[in-house]
């Protein structure tokens, strides 16, 4: 069965360090890759996407991701983190051959300390 | 931009009731889903649609059904609520060809009390 895992449940940051959230899946299929952000009380963001091509794609608001095949990963970065970063980060995985359905993970909690 | 607006942001319900929570997307999508979001669980699929009238279950669709009787709304029915379905509930709206992408709207939080 397909699934998404985001090891991380939690995680805390300083403004201006540097992120990585991590994402791993499992999935019988050439994968659709995207991670969507969700601030408090809205629905859900589309940050970047991963269709095919070059593994490292850049997003909104400064983030990037990089898909590696060899790993099953698709982690999201950003260099340097802002306060109005703090929010929830979802990784989700679809495939040309399971229709238009994705399959999310659980999500991680980004808190920005200053 | 494209939007995807859910009739409701809270709703409070008495276990029991029926309940309906509206979907409207401005695109012409032919694509829409229901999910269930829980802490700790991600969002989960109840329901999704690929046409006007057509319907496919998800992953969790039990006391759960819907109704899409026109392309720009899907409509999420619970028939007897129970207190376990309290939830935030999000509709998403899909761009076919190679995009892919699906747009969410705001999130129906719900009680049932």
């Known amino acids: 069965a397909q699934s998404v895992t985001q090891p991380d449940i939690h995680i805390t940051v300083s403004e201006g360090a540097s992120l990585e959230l991590r994402c791993n899946y499992s999935?019988?299929?050439?994968?659709?890759l995207f991670w969507y952000v969700q601030s408090p009380g809205q629905g859900l963001q589309l940050l970047l996407k991963y269709f095919s091509g070059d593994t490292l794609v850049q997003g909104i608001k400064g983030f990037e991701a990089e898909f590696k095949r060899s790993q099953s990963s698709f982690n999201l970065r950003k260099p340097s983190v802002h306060w109005s970063d703090a929010a929830e980060y979802f990784c989700?995985?679809?495939?040309?051959?399971?229709?238009?359905?994705?399959?999310f993970g659980a999500g991680t909690i980004l808190r920005v300390k200053s | 931009d494209v939007k995807v607006t859910q009739s409701s942001r809270y709703l409070v319900k008495r276990t029991g009731e029926k309940v309906f929570l509206e979907c409207v997307q401005d695109?012409?999508?032919?694509?829409m889903f229901w999910y269930r979001q829980d802490p700790g669980l991600g969002l989960r699929l109840i329901y999704f649609s690929y046409d006007v009238k057509m319907k496919e279950k998800g992953d969790i669709p039990e006391g759960y059904s819907v109704s899409r009787e026109k392309k720009e709304r899907f409509s999420l029915i619970l028939e007897s609520a129970s207190t376990n379905q309290t939830s935030m509930y999000l509709c998403?709206?899909?761009?076919?060809?190679?995009?892919?992408?699906?747009?969410f709207g705001a999130g129906t939080r719900l009680s049932v009390l």
């Open positions: 999935y019988g299929a050439t994968p659709y």
């Open positions: 695109m012409d999508h032919e694509n």
């Open positions: 998403a709206s899909l761009s076919g060809g190679a995009k892919n992408i699906q747009y």
């Open positions: 989700a995985v679809g495939a040309r051959e399971y229709g238009n359905k994705l399959v």
